[in-house]
């Protein structure tokens, strides 16, 4: 079985700070991970995902990560945030080609 | 292209009362699944489905039913409505590695539950 743990359950940041959210995962399989985000009374969309090769992954809106296999983290990182940024983000793993296993979630407020 | 829907997006129960949540994707896609989202928990999955006819259970199962009569629906049922039920649903689809997929999941817009 795998469980994802998300350090950080409230970031509060200032617009055009850098922000970090970090997960780390445990599995005894080798996993695909993923960020995806929830905008307030939406539902879940694909920030990035993390399948094979390199390491930092890029994804949409600025967005990027690292996987670091000995650490089992896959933190995500954005150098400088906007207002619209505010929403709650989670990682997810899963050792196949379904059966997500989700993180607690981290909200992520931005202010001016 | 829609994508996936949900319907309703809200209902009130009361403790004891049934009702049934429809999915629907238009994506062809060969998986899918419940989920639903409490506060502090993340997203649990309910029951799952990797193809026509046929459904497993997930994480938290008790309470729920589903089916997969066709292959662009999926069905939530709750048979006798509970407080603990109170939550918000989402439903999610993916294409299988057969297909091609990704592995990434898409997900409907929610349902927003309360039993009272």
């Known amino acids: 079985a795998q469980s994802v743990t998300q350090l950080d359950s409230q970031v509060p940041v200032f617009e055009e700070a850098p922000v970090e959210l970090r997960c780390n995962y445990s599995?005894?399989?080798?996993?695909?991970l993923f960020w995806y985000v929830q905008y307030p009374n939406q539902g879940l969309q694909l920030l990035l995902k993390?399948?094979?090769?390199?390491?930092l992954v890029k994804g949409i809106n600025g967005f990027e990560a690292e996987f670091n296999k000995s650490q089992t983290s896959f933190h995500l990182r954005k150098p400088s945030v906007h207002i619209s940024d505010t929403a709650e983000y989670f990682c997810?793993?899963?050792?196949?080609?379904?059966?997500?296993?989700f993180g607690a979630g981290t909200t992520v407020t931005v202010r001016a | 292209n829609a994508g996936v829907t949900q319907t309703p997006k809200f209902r009130v129960l009361k403790t004891g009362q049934s009702m049934t949540l429809l999915c629907a994707q238009d994506?062809?896609?060969?998986?899918m699944y419940w989920y639903r989202q409490d506060p502090g928990m993340g997203l649990r999955l309910i029951h799952y489905?990797?193809?026509?006819?046929?459904?497993a259970k997930g994480e938290v199962p008790d309470g729920y039913n589903v089916s997969r009569l066709k292959k662009q629906n999926f069905l939530l049922g709750l048979e006798s409505a509970a407080p603990s039920q109170t939550s918000v649903y989402f439903c999610?689809?993916?294409?299988?590695?057969?297909?091609?997929?990704?592995?990434?999941?898409?997900f409907g817009p929610g349902t927003r539950l309360t039993v009272t």
């Open positions: 999610a689809s993916s294409y299988s590695v057969a297909e091609g997929g990704g592995y990434e999941q898409y």
């Open positions: 599995s005894s399989v080798s996993v695909y």
């Open positions: 993390y399948l094979s090769g390199s390491t």
């Open positions: 997810a793993v899963t050792p196949n080609d379904y059966k997500l296993s």
């Open positions: 994506m062809n896609h060969e998986y």
């Open positions: 489905s990797v193809g026509e006819g046929t459904t």
